[in-house]
């Protein structure tokens, strides 16, 4: 060996560590991603507090409580306690809770978050190896397994839906409920006394009874899609402001533009997702056809375009267009779930052709199919798509 | 003038903070006290055949051992002093290699022996080759001979010669540093080597951040056949395969080098060896480093003879506060070493001195894609991953050849993945199986 003289260092020399390259912390990692998910969900969750009361702190709190105790659980059980499987086990209780109605029974939350974690995760290896987005597989599961405690009668009134009215935001008793039979909007209507809170279809319901011709017009001079909209739909600001009935997450649809856009910043969401959903859903909603009179009379023609509608100098096809996207599930799915890294695609070509499918088929379910939960069926057939969507778009290597 | 034309970058990579001009003092001489220990084996090359002994007295550039085959350089004493030994030492990328160490005589300066007489002012392709070897001049962009890669161009024309200065990840500087002080010697050693080959172009890449040594190299190119490439310094610019990308578009195929592409990249360093070999016929003994890290007293760049151990190094530039981790090379890419024994070579670029050690702890891969958003050649180093662990037997549909080992990878994993180790074992392992199939009918 050769004889260099160490005597003269310091003894602390003896012991150096070494490890790979690169030598530096990195700037990044997956905790400080979910926090932050956890911190911009707080955003839809105020709204929803103010619009449900506080019984959707209850439904979020139980959902979070189920999804974390249940992962404990397996943890201990499997002896393998992981503070990031925690922290991101949290983060999908939370997402959970904001798919659910506030006012619904307290076993439903809890159901979701064991289902969401024990086999929406950990069954399939937890972080980084399931395939279905948890929250919204935990969602599905407990729409499939109670029906009758989330889906309303689809051509009445929801019974699980209602939403506090106008002096009772925050406070109000969601079961204090009013059916609304003249509902012309939430600024608008008064609310009959000894009541907090309206009972009236919700938005995404009113577009579905559009496509299946079920909204009738009332004036005739009017052109069908201004009637219907006039008469059944509440105000567009209504929906942007989410002040309608639905889940405790899914309806204001600025806190959920200002959380995306702020994970946008932090590079935890790739605006190729919410660009492309928003883009193709409303596309979709441009072009899918609508039908103006009930089947069966001879006036059930599809209106196709219905985008294209301006009667009177009215631009009631936009406005149309509009109540797709900030109505149901689209921006919480587009802002908040789809961009989950594990189950979209890798590539941001990938995640373009898998945010265009989502929002494209998600509008379509709606219209035509599924009265409630159309986001989280079109999301987790997304997501089983992935693989595939993974192989074509792969990145062209340098010299090949 | 090229430099006002707008140059292409690459996709990917990574943006560390810049200086905007070439930082640093002067480059200091560590003149060293311990023993040296000179290995007789660097890089690639097989081990040379000591041709002192123990006890003789040796001359700085006297050669002290001699290549005993083709692809083998000889070794040749930095300083003057006496031959303790024949032994062996420890560098950064070798165990265990063959040395002679060498005790430094500060009072008996003998002199200076050189290799040959002073070549003419454009010598041919053949004695600047024969030069070359004699001199043991190494090419540390990607430590070969350098004599080795001139040979090929008398299979295949070499069209570009590239010079580049760009040191894009912190906190190298040693090679902007040489350049700001001996620019003239830069470019006439860049267009000796580039009249020799026949190359129809002569670059020199320098960082568009140094603005100083851009206006000040442009005034030097002014008639001269060499054109300045000012480039953004985004990490890995400075990678031969990406510059060669940059600069001319040509793309190199995965598994192969810049040559087999028509380009000699060159580092300052290796020039001003190659211009030394031919003008005074000095051996490529020294090398000029860049000593940084928060736990170095006195970081700058410093030049030191090879055989010099890091303790040596150490002792020279100080240090403050307690020392966790020692690094040979740079943040990105360089190598941790577990003692000081380990001696500077012709190839080591950097010393770091870190009184920080970390260690990522692991989670699973959440496809996030920032590997492959920051990867430069466009690999997908997630899936080099799980090709490894999974022990696949061919990977070549992921291209591993093609990892230049930058290491952006493993720097932007928020899972905190091995993901340049596992890319280094796939290439590897690929090498060796293109390299079998090479020699089997």
């Known amino acids: ?400 | 003038m090229s430099l006002f034309r707008r140059r292409p970058s690459f996709r990917g990579g990574y943006w560390f903070a810049q200086p905007h001009d070439v930082p640093g003092e002067p480059i200091g001489e560590i003149s060293p006290t311990a023993p040296l220990a000179v290995p007789l084996a660097d890089g690639s090359c097989p081990a040379a055949s000591p041709v002192v002994e123990a006890g003789q007295a040796v001359a700085p550039g006297q050669l002290i051992a001699r290549s005993q085959d083709q692809d083998g350089l000889p070794a040749h004493a930095p300083v003057s002093g006496n031959v303790i030994e024949i032994g062996r030492a420890d560098t950064a990328d070798a165990c265990d290699v063959p040395a002679i160490v060498i005790e430094p005589d500060p009072v008996r300066r003998a002199d200076a022996q050189s290799v040959g007489t002073p070549l003419p002012d454009r010598p041919g392709l053949d004695k600047l080759i024969e030069r070359f070897e004699a001199a043991a001049v190494i090419n540390t962009v990607d430590n070969e001979p350098l004599h080795q890669q001139l040979a090929r161009a008398r299979q295949r024309p070499i069209h570009h010669v590239i010079v580049n200065s760009i040191e894009s990840q912190p906190p190298l500087v040693a090679q902007r540093r040489q350049l700001a002080e001996r620019p003239t010697d830069v470019l006439d050693a860049a267009e000796m080597i580039g009249h020799a080959i026949g190359a129809r172009r002569l670059w020199l890449a320098i960082s568009n951040t140094a603005g100083g040594l851009v206006r000040s190299l442009q005034q030097r190119c002014g008639g001269r056949p060499t054109r300045l490439a000012a480039l953004a310094p985004k990490y890995p610019q400075e990678s031969p395969v990406i510059l060669v990308h940059t600069l001319l578009g040509l793309a190199v195929p995965p598994g192969h080098n810049t040559l087999d592409a028509g380009v000699l990249v060159l580092d300052v360093g290796t020039a001003l060896a190659a211009g030394r070999a031919t003008r005074n016929g000095q051996p490529h003994t020294h090398r000029v480093l860049t000593v940084a890290g928060d736990a170095a007293e006195r970081p700058g760049c410093y030049r030191v003879a090879v055989g010099t151990s890091l303790a040596d190094v150490c002792e020279h530039v100080g240090l403050r506060g307690p020392l966790r981790r020692v690094v040979v090379g740079g943040v990105m890419t360089g190598l941790a070493v577990s003692d000081l024994h380990t001696v500077v070579t012709r190839t080591t670029s950097a010393v770091l001195f870190l009184s920080q050690s970390w260690c990522g702890r692991p989670i699973a891969c959440v496809r996030c894609g920032a590997c492959m958003d920051h990867c430069p050649v466009g690999l997908a180093p997630a899936s080099l991953l799980s090709a490894f662990e999974l022990d696949q037997a061919d990977a070549s549909e992921l291209y591993p050849e093609a990892c230049i080992e930058c290491g952006v990878c493993s720097l932007v994993c928020p899972s905190h993945l091995p993901l340049l180790l596992a890319a280094q074992r796939l290439k590897a392992r690929a090498g060796v199986r293109r390299a079998a199939e090479a020699t089997s009918p």
């Not at chain 1, 060996?1 to 030598?23: D, E, K, T, Y």
């Not at chain 1, 797709?324 to 990938?350: F, K, Q, S, Y």
């Not at chain 1, 997304?382 to 792969?394: C, F, G, K, Y």
């Open chain 1, 1 to 400: 060996m050769s004889r260099v003289n160490q005597n003269r260092l310091p003894q602390a020399l003896a012991r150096l560590h070494i490890g790979a390259a690169p030598h530096l912390v990195p700037a990044v990692s997956y905790t400080e991603s979910i926090w932050t998910y956890i911190a911009m969900a707080c955003l839809p969750l105020g709204a929803g507090l103010a619009v449900y009361g506080l019984a959707a702190a209850r439904v979020v709190g139980l959902s979070m409580v189920a999804a974390v105790l249940t992962q404990r659980l397996i943890g201990a059980a499997k002896r393998q306690p992981g503070r990031t499987e925690i922290t991101h086990s949290a983060m999908m209780g939370m997402l959970l809770g904001l798919t659910l109605p506030a006012a619904t029974a307290w076993y439903i939350p809890i159901a979701a978050g064991a289902i969401a974690v024990a086999v929406g995760k950990v069954a399939f290896g937890g972080i980084g190896h399931y395939f279905w987005h948890p929250a919204a597989l935990g969602r599905i599961a407990v729409q499939v397994l109670f029906p009758e405690k989330l889906s309303p009668d689809l051509w009445t009134h929801g019974t699980n839906w209602p939403f506090l009215a106008r002096g009772h935001l925050l406070t109000g008793d969601l079961s204090r409920t009013c059916v609304a039979d003249h509902y012309v909007g939430w600024q608008n209507t008064p609310l009959p006394g000894g009541f907090d809170a309206w009972l009236a279809p919700r938005p995404e319901q009113i577009l579905r009874w559009l496509a299946d011709g079920r909204a009738e017009p009332t004036g005739s001079a009017d052109h069908p899609l201004l009637a219907a909209i006039r008469d059944a739909l509440p105000p567009w600001q209504d929906t942007v402001l989410g002040l309608t009935g639905g889940g405790i997450g899914e309806g204001c649809a600025i806190a959920l533009m200002v959380a995306a856009i702020y994970l946008m910043y932090r590079h935890h969401l790739r605006w190729q997702i919410v660009v492309g959903v928003l883009t193709a859903a409303a596309a979709a909603a441009a072009v899918l056809p609508i039908r103006l009179a009930p089947e069966g009379s001879g006036d059930g023609s599809w209106l196709w375009l219905p985008v294209l509608a301006w009667p009177e100098g009215l631009p009631a096809g936009p406005i149309y267009v509009l109540y797709h996207l900030t109505c149901g599930d689209l921006m919480l799915v587009a802002c908040l779930l789809a961009g989950e890294t594990v189950t979209n695609p890798i590539t941001p070509r990938g995640q373009i052709i898998f945010a265009l499918a989502l929002g494209a088929l998600t509008v379509f379910l709606r219209m035509y199919a599924l009265p409630v939960c159309a986001g989280y069926w079109a999301l987790l057939a997304m997501n089983t798509v992935v693989p595939l969507i993974d192989r074509r778009t792969q990145p062209r290597v340098l010299g090949t």
